[in-house]
């Protein structure tokens, strides 16, 4: 079964700083996801990565994707506190287009002034 | 456009009753998704909908777990005798064929 590590779990950061998350997985995939929750809310699709050393940006956010290492990052540059929420990565079994997700642990980002 | 919508928002329920949880996936979204997600568990896999194909059940931890998706569109998740560990936040996503899941706001189910 494919397995999805996340690195920190848990991150405090002050505004203004950058900082990265970390996603590794087991298996071959070629299909990545950064997810946001805020409490109590469901989850916001912000990337979906489709091939190795695909890039993608959003404002502060920057996720990259390196297929042949098994691992994802996501970039956060310059922290506000609007920030502050769960990302999780979430990774598709190789070769398929549609299929179950298989999501990390979810790092629990809190951004402080 | 409207997204996923999931019903009840709440479920409070007592240990050995069924309940039934409703995702109504976006409008054309031919794939539909339950996960589950609970604090010591993370979220986790529960079955998956795809167009008329037989769905894949891999995920439901027990036999008390069922669900169906009528006419390709609404799914109904059951679970019968519930249990404590059953209380968790129950989340559906559906896709079309670009693949990303578009999650539901989710069902929170509380077993007493």
């Known amino acids: 079964e494919l397995k999805v590590e996340q690195n920190p779990l848990f991150l405090s950061m002050q505004e203004g700083k950058n900082y990265t998350i970390y996603c590794n997985y087991s298996t071959t995939s070629d299909r990545l996801y950064w997810y946001r929750q805020d409490p109590g809310k469901s989850l916001e699709s912000l990337f979906v990565?489709?091939?190795?050393?695909a890039v993608k940006q959003e404002g502060r956010l920057m996720a990259s994707l390196d297929t042949k290492a098994r691992l994802s990052t996501l970039h956060i540059t310059a922290a506000v506190h609007d920030l502050s929420a769960t990302y999780f990565c979430?990774?598709?079994?190789?070769?398929?287009?549609?299929?179950?997700?298989?999501f990390g642990r979810g790092t629990q980002l809190t951004v402080w002034p | 456009g409207a997204g996923v919508s999931q019903s009840p928002s709440n479920k409070v329920t007592e240990k050995g009753k069924d309940v039934e949880l409703r995702c109504d996936p976006i409008s054309g979204h031919t794939a539909l998704y339950w996960y589950r997600q609970s604090l010591g568990q993370g979220l986790e896999f529960l079955i998956y909908f795809q167009g008329n194909s037989a769905p894949d059940k891999s995920g439901l931890p027990s036999d008390r777990f069922s669900a169906e998706r009528t006419g390709g569109s609404v799914s109904t998740l059951t679970i019968q005798r519930t249990q404590q560990e059953d209380s968790a936040v129950y989340l559906c996503?559906?896709?079309?064929?670009?693949?990303?899941?578009?999650f539901g706001p989710g069902t929170r189910l509380l077993v007493l």
């Open positions: 996503a559906s896709s079309s064929e670009a693949a990303t899941q578009y």
């Open positions: 979430a990774v598709l079994d190789r070769g398929s287009t549609l299929g179950r997700l298989y």
């Open positions: 990565l489709l091939s190795n050393g």
